[in-house]
Each structure stands twice: as C-alpha cells, then as structure tokens.
C-alpha cells in the first residue's frame, strides 16, 4: 500500500523540434510543422509517492513550492533550444558553446555580460535562451522534469512516481522513474 499525490505548474515556453519525420500513411500529410520555432502553454503535473506518511502527509504541497520559482525563473516565457540544433548559430549569433553558463539541473545561458553594450533587442534575445542537450520534445521535457525533482526531493526522502507534461490541452507525455 502507498499514497500518491500530485501538484500541477503552467509556464508558457517555445521551441523547436528540429529532428521531427512524419511517416504520411499515419500523418495523413507531410508537414513538418514542429521544426519551426513555436510556442506552447504547457502544464506539468508531479506525482510524488510515499509507502508510509509523516505527519499524515507524503509531504507538503508547498515542498514544490521551489519547482513553481524554478519555471517562472528560468522557463516561463523563454525559448528553449537544443545546443545540437543545426540552427543553433543562426538563432544565437555571436555565441560560443562552450561559453555558456552550465547549471545544475542540466540546463545553458548566453552569458549576458559578453554583450553588456549591445542595443536592447539583442541583450533581449540573448536573455530569452534556455539552452540544453536533447531535442526538447514533450518526452524529453518530461524527462528532464523528472530528473530535476527526483534530485530536490531526494533530500526529503520523497519518491517521484512520474510526471506528466502537457504541451497542448490535448497532447501529453508522462515519463516514469
């Protein structure tokens, strides 16, 4: 027996899936309409689990409460970018990999003090890529979600069972640990 339960974060985010291939027969048309850059209202749901309950809870909701800061912070309202994208130079001009700011839960930024006197929009662009290394499906996304929490919550000694990351109303991937 165990208990399960989940909390639910929005964020509006783009990107590009730039490997995208459609077999016609199931597609129905060629259309390749993920390669371009789009955007989504996503939604991530985080299922934590327990086999015994402290305080009668398998935690407190608000011990997500840094999960919600982490979306708004680093991805709410930003391009997320595959640092293997063929497209990568052409969309960020003037930025070299290996210059990047690495983070922790496995994500790159344009380091912004490189282009400190550059005109607005371009600082602006910069500032809007959230680069990793995965094509950023739903799948992937779902993944990387997991891993991020897992590691956070590990400290609390809660168990992530899954998580479920909606890119539409109607598409959605769920990736289990």
């Known amino acids: 027996m165990h208990w399960k339960i989940s909390k639910e974060f929005d964020f509006c985010y783009g990107h590009r899936v730039w490997s995208q291939t459609l077999n016609t027969e199931f597609s129905l048309d060629p259309c390749l309409k993920c390669r371009h850059l789009h955007g989504h209202q ?10 015994e309950l402290k305080d009668g809870m398998v935690t407190d909701f608000k011990h997500l409460n840094w999960f919600k800061l982490f979306l708004d912070d680093v991805l ?23 210059e990047l700011i690495k983070f922790p839960e496995g994500h790159s930024i344009v380091d912004l003090t490189k282009f400190k006197d550059d005109e607005t929009h371009m600082i602006e662009l910069y500032e809007g890529y959230v680069i990793v290394d995965f094509v950023p499906t739903s799948e992937n996304l ?10 956070k919550m590990d400290k609390l000694g809660v168990k992530v069972s ?14 289990y640990a």
């Open 142 to 151: 779902s993944a990387w979600f997991l891993k991020i929490v897992q590691k």
């Open 76 to 98: 709410d309202h930003k391009f997320v970018l595959d640092i293997n994208d063929p497209l990568f130079h052409t969309l960020i001009p003037n930025v070299k990999k290996e």
């Open 162 to 175: 899954h998580i479920e990351f909606l890119e539409t109303p109607k598409s959605k991937s769920t990736f």
């Open 42 to 51: 996503g939604k991530i749901l985080v299922y934590l689990e327990a086999a």
